[in-house]
């Protein structure tokens, strides 16, 4: 039934009258958040996100501009690397690392052990449940806590910034002018 003109007004001024659209509104059959891309995707990223507000120059012509970049610690812990789609943007000099070692004696203690084996056997389980229904898997990686931030130091005049990942920390400097 299709609601024209004058009928569709009157329609719409009685309260017990519903208008239903004349298809359905999901014309292809999938649903949001159902497609492969969605269902499948790898995580966006495992670095923590640096947000910097205003350019950074450092008066040789070389410019950092404003914008949201990844921030990661090279291997062996001596460079941050600043990233960007993928593709590194600076490369900076690591001043200070530190690496807390509080969870290490959980790692190989008996009762830890015991717990992590009970929660990867739940989750095999888990699964095998959602794998009879159709569903993805459930991501077995565990969150890890991570954090960039840059804060700016006006009687030396740079950049300091710090990064967090799990139990490693870095500092970083960049000088501007």
């Not at 999901?26 to 969605?38: D, F, N, W």
């Not at 001596?78 to 001043?95: D, H, N, S, Y």
């Not at 530190?98 to 203690?109: A, G, I, L, N, R």
């Amino acid at each position: 039934m299709i609601l024209e003109g004058m009928y569709y007004e009157n329609a719409m001024l009685h309260s017990e009258t519903r208008v239903y659209p004349q298809y359905p509104t999901i014309t292809s059959g999938v649903t949001l958040g159902s497609e492969s891309i969605y269902r499948y995707g790898l995580r966006e990223s495992s670095y923590p996100t640096l947000s910097i507000v205003d350019e950074i120059s450092d008066g040789e012509g070389n410019i950092i501009p404003a914008g949201h970049y990844e921030l990661a610690l090279s291997d062996d812990r001596q460079f941050l690397i600043m990233i960007e789609g993928k593709k590194p943007i600076a490369i900076m000099p690591v001043f200070k690392v530190e690496v807390t070692m509080d969870k290490k004696p959980q790692v190989h203690d008996a009762k830890s052990l015991r717990a992590k084996n009970k929660k990867e056997k739940e989750i095999q389980k888990t699964n095998k449940k959602r794998a009879r229904k159709g569903m993805p898997p459930v991501n077995r990686e565990e969150e890890i806590y991570q954090e960039a931030s840059m804060e700016y130091n006006k009687d030396g005049k740079y950049f300091l910034i710090r990064y967090e990942r799990g139990d490693v920390k870095a500092w970083s400097a960049i000088k501007s002018d």
